[in-house]
């Protein structure tokens, strides 16, 4: 059943169109940021909406039947990482200042969705370790540019823990990559 749905026109290009107005509305989210962002690093500022991005670019494709591996391995390792990081930052907000607002739950809904879609998908993916090393090396690069660059997003009640952040960002990384990996490459090599 849950094949079926995935699967389903009607309901990729449902998908389609919500993930293109999010990975819209994250890119003007972060205006004001970018704004401020020196041009080298702009790419790499916008980490949530550029996650959904390519998430769009593989439903893309994937409503005509078409692959696109290394967007693919992009996608389920960036919208896993960013779709919890959002909604873990979210959570400590709500710690350390008891209050988030509407926002802070919808973006809390918005970013696990994220992180779901993104893993659901994992059985159409086409991902070789080739893809998956790419990826990787694009996700802990943006680590660096985030946290010894110091273009992370900007939570402001949150900027005394961004070395702890930075830590936990670092970790989940290679959670997201791992998990990627497991359910891709893995997963494909265990079954032929």
């Known amino acids: 059943m849950i094949r079926y749905i995935l699967t389903d026109k009607t309901f990729l290009i449902g998908l389609f169109i919500i993930n293109l107005l999010g990975t819209l ?20 500022v916008p980490d949530s909406p550029t996650a959904s991005l390519f998430f769009t670019i593989f439903l893309l494709f994937f409503i005509f039947g078409k692959h696109v591996p290394y967007i693919e391995a992009l996608a389920i390792i960036t919208l896993f990482k960013y779709g919890i990081w959002a909604v873990v930052m979210n959570l400590f907000t709500l710690i350390v200042d008891g209050y988030i607002g509407w926002v802070g739950y919808m973006l809390m ?24 090393m790419f990826a990787a090396v694009w996700t802990l690069h943006n680590d660096v540019i985030d946290y010894v660059f110091e273009m992370m997003p900007t939570y402001s009640s949150l900027n005394r823990y961004m070395d702890e952040i930075g830590y936990f960002t670092f970790w989940l990384s290679i959670l997201s990559i791992l998990i990627a990996y497991k ?8 079954i032929q």
């Open 109 to 132: 809904i918005s970013h696990g969705a994220m992180a779901v879609q993104g893993l659901l998908y994992a059985p159409y993916y086409r991902i070789k370790m080739r893809h998956i």
């Open 183 to 190: 359910l891709t490459v893995r997963q494909v090599n265990s």
């Open 25 to 44: 509305y994250g890119y003007y989210w972060y205006r004001f940021q970018l704004a401020d962002t020196p041009d080298i690093f702009l790419i790499f």
